[in-house]
């Protein structure tokens, strides 16, 4: 389907008087698709990326289907992460807002749980939440789900990345039988098709060809540049491309911090968004970037879930994402709205094959640019300059601004002096940088011996293992530095698999996965290997985590 105006959908006066006031007309792919089949109530598995308008996919449905007469709780949307819960409720809201009786609340980690207990008491019938806040709800009985009649998971395979699949289910079998359940995501894994035919009945697939994929308007750029060069990359393609407001992705929370740290320092307005950070900071990190305090939010991938900001003008790579699918997610936060962004990707040598891998999914071209000098850098921006000065000229009333003209005339200096000093004053600082900025092209030789080391280390480590269940967190597994083996007291008889490991160990910590080396599990217990610069990290943070629903102790292994 396509060309599908909303009118056409037989909607509600109150929906259509929504979508206008929201300036919504038209019906994109994916809501012309899902739309109709979930008026009638059917079952639908929704593949679709971020930036496509799938909350509305569902959300007008909601709206359309819901009885605004009964209190109970009848819609529930689960969602991966905080920052996306709040999201989809607020644009929830806005597709609700004519609809006076139909009520929406947002519950989540990190807000009081008495603040959530008092609004469900008022009554709500759609509750968007995180699958650990909706169980901790269920468990104390003040959530029930006996009158549901529609149940979304938004982001299926975020969720279960991140462990929450024993979550999902058991939230599943609080719900009554034969509801409506919708399932959006970007991408279908076996543990999506695994629930789909557990719990939906005879469901419709509603899908966006790859070439419907949201790229098309956004400028796609890759710079070869060596890991040590990133950071000063990082300030060529901000004074290269004129950028005012970006994200920039990294794939630790360690690494976030120390970016914004060095940002900071060149004088740059930057701030951190990552897990650990509590609600009350990620809404003042979040308040500040939205009111251009601050014009670089650095990111982690989970942290970024369900963030959504007008005028981003350009989307960072600065870690090539560890997933294909996440550089859609990634990219898809510039260029919104029909507008035109840009996504720039930094890329060392040993990173070329991920690269075409992101570009046949996609089937989009990353081209691919070199890297400037900084004389080209400073003649580009002062063409920049003299554009902004004819502007100014052509547009602006500067009369306001003529008596320091004739002050300095008065003592002696001519015009073209003047203007010139001017123009000093505006570029000398911004120019002192860019001639410290040092970028060399990335050799072509071969990977250096302590990459060599380490796969010879690898291969004795799989010589070792013996009869267990083997796993890989990532088959190109190449550590900064030493490896550590972490000990978990969990395995076979957990029914635990090296990819539970996995999403644990990613989803709590931040840390990517191809920092996860060999997954070793017996029957009693697993062995993982990680850096062991982030060993006590994992140790901390998994200690007070659970692996499908078991708890469990992590020490370093004995050697």
């Not at 593949?47 to 009885?67: C, H, N, S, V, Y």
């Amino acid at each position: 389907m396509s060309n599908v105006n909303f009118e056409d959908l037989g909607l509600s006066s109150a929906t259509m008087q929504a979508l206008q006031q929201m300036g919504f007309t038209q019906a994109s792919p994916i809501q012309a698709q899902a739309i109709p089949h979930l008026l009638e109530g059917k079952d639908v598995i929704g593949q679709a990326q971020t930036g496509t308008g799938k909350t509305a996919a569902f959300g007008i449905p909601l709206a359309e289907r819901i009885d605004p007469a009964n209190k109970a709780i009848q819609a529930l949307v689960l969602c991966p992460t905080r920052e996306l819960a709040v999201q989809v409720n607020t644009e929830l809201k806005k597709i609700l807002q004519f609809h006076p009786k139909l009520n929406t609340l947002a519950i989540y980690g990190g807000e009081s749980i008495d603040k959530q207990f008092k609004a469900l008491k008022r009554g709500v019938q759609i509750i968007v939440g995180t699958p650990g806040r909706v169980q901790d709800h269920l468990n104390r009985g003040t959530i029930k789900l006996d009158n549901l009649q529609m149940l979304v998971l938004d982001e299926a395979d975020e969720m279960l990345d991140m462990g929450f699949r024993e979550d999902i289910e058991s939230i599943l079998t609080h719900a009554p039988q034969g509801i409506q359940t919708i399932f959006f995501s970007a991408t279908m894994p076996k543990p999506i098709l695994e629930l789909t035919k557990k719990y939906q009945q005879d469901p419709v697939l509603v899908k966006m060809e790859m070439k419907e994929l949201t790229v098309e308007r956004i400028e796609q750029i890759y710079y070869e540049v060596r890991r040590s060069d990133k950071f000063d990359l990082l300030q060529v393609v901000i004074e290269l491309h004129q950028l005012n407001m970006m994200l920039v992705f990294c794939n630790t929370k360690r690494m976030c911090d120390e970016l914004v740290e060095k940002l900071q320092a060149a004088g740059l307005g930057a701030e951190a968004l990552h897990g650990d950070l509590s609600q009350a900071q990620r809404d003042r990190v979040m308040a500040k970037f939205r009111n251009g305090t601050s014009n670089i939010l650095v990111a982690t991938d989970v942290a970024a879930r369900g963030i959504d900001v007008k005028g981003v003008d350009a989307v960072i790579n600065y870690d090539l994402p560890q997933e294909t699918e996440q550089y859609v997610h990634r990219i898809g936060r510039t260029g919104r709205a029909g507008t035109t962004g840009q996504a720039f990707t930094f890329v060392d040598k040993r990173e070329r094959g991920k690269l075409k891998d992101i570009e046949r999914y996609t089937k989009a071209t990353v081209n691919r640019h070199e890297l400037p000098s900084s004389g080209e850098i400073l003649k580009m921006k002062h063409q920049k300059i003299v554009e902004d000065m004819r502007q100014t000229l052509e547009n602006e009333n500067l009369e306001a601004y003529n008596h320091i003209l004739e002050a300095l005339y008065q003592e002696g200096y001519d015009y073209t002096q003047i203007a010139a000093a001017f123009a000093q004053k505006l570029l000398a600082k911004n120019e002192a940088r860019i001639k410290d900025l040092k970028l060399e092209k990335p050799s072509e030789g071969r990977s250096n011996g302590r990459e060599r080391n380490n796969d010879r280390s690898n291969g004795r480590n799989n010589e070792r293992s013996g009869g267990a269940a083997r796993g890989k967190g990532n088959s190109n597994f190449i550590p900064d530095g030493d490896v550590a083996r972490l000990f978990f007291n969990l395995g076979k008889k957990a029914k635990v698999s090296p990819a539970d490991f996995l999403g644990a160990i990613t989803g709590e910590t931040g840390l990517p996965g191809r920092k996860v080396g060999d997954i070793d599990i017996y029957d009693k217990f697993t062995f993982v290997d990680v850096p062991a610069e982030d060993a006590q990290k994992i140790i901390q943070i998994m200690s007070r985590r659970k692996i499908k629903g078991k708890s469990v102790n992590v020490e370093l292994a004995d050697n």
